[in-house]
T-cell receptor, first 115, second 112 residues
């Protein structure tokens, strides 16, 4: 069974450009989470989908970030326009029920560098 | 707001020695606690998950304990091997919001 997959693995863009990150959760997992680690800091929660609905987006840093989950399958996270402080590693995780009851499975992350 | 602290930040031991990694958290209202391993440039691999009602969980050479009332968890790795070299992350799942709050990690080096 495939794990959580993220695309691309690396992205280097200029300040002001747009970047879209994609996450394919484990098949059948209704819960999908985005997390981010910026340089020197802990991994921080961004948002949580249950199927196609946003359950919690309290961790989204500002309105330059837009997350979608079409049909409750894969998810995209768009950053527009990108700023230098957006650089970091973006992780996606999925679980079949609430994270509270089962393990969270993480993807390998997308390393975003804004120059 | 949940704060998770991992001590030490880095650890270097000779092969064969037992490893003890500590994690503390400020809010005891947790649903579970999960230990992850991260290799350089790679994603997070789940090692052990302890439900809030459990005291410990074991998998092979790994054993994790949980003392929810005092806000502490310890990951023990027996008879360390060079392949155990990685960063180990502790993450606490809140019982109200199901978000994971992560510690900064402990970077382990096992010398051959």
């Amino acid at each position: 069974e495939a794990g959580v997959t993220q695309f691309p693995s690396h992205s280097v863009i200029e300040k002001g450009q747009t970047v879209t990150l994609r996450c394919d959760p484990i098949s059948g997992h209704d819960n999908l989470y985005w997390y981010r680690r910026v340089m020197g800091k802990e991994i921080k929660f961004l948002l949580h989908f249950v199927k196609e609905s946003k359950q919690d987006e309290s961790g989204m840093p500002n309105n330059r970030f837009l997350a979608e989950r079409t049909g409750g399958t894969y998810s995209t996270l768009k950053v527009q326009p990108a700023e230098l402080e957006d650089s970091g590693v973006y992780f996606c995780a999925s679980s079949p029920l609430g994270v509270g009851s089962t393990e969270a499975f993480f993807g390998q992350g997308t390393r975003l560098t804004v120059v | 707001k949940q704060e998770v602290t991992q001590i030490p930040a880095a650890l270097s031991v000779p092969e064969g020695e037992n490893l003890v990694l500590n994690c503390s958290f400020t809010d005891s209202a947790i649903y579970n606690l999960q230990w992850f391993r991260q290799d350089p440039g790679k994603g997070l691999t789940s090692l052990l998950l302890i439900q809030s009602s459990q005291r410990e969980q074991t998998s092979g050479r790994l054993n994790a304990s949980l003392d929810k009332s005092s806000g502490r968890s310890t990951l023990y790795i027996a008879a360390s091997q060079p392949g155990d070299s990685a960063t180990y992350l502790c993450a606490v799942c809140g019982s109200n919001d199901y978000k994971l709050s992560f510690g900064a990690g402990t970077t382990v080096t096992v010398r051959a």
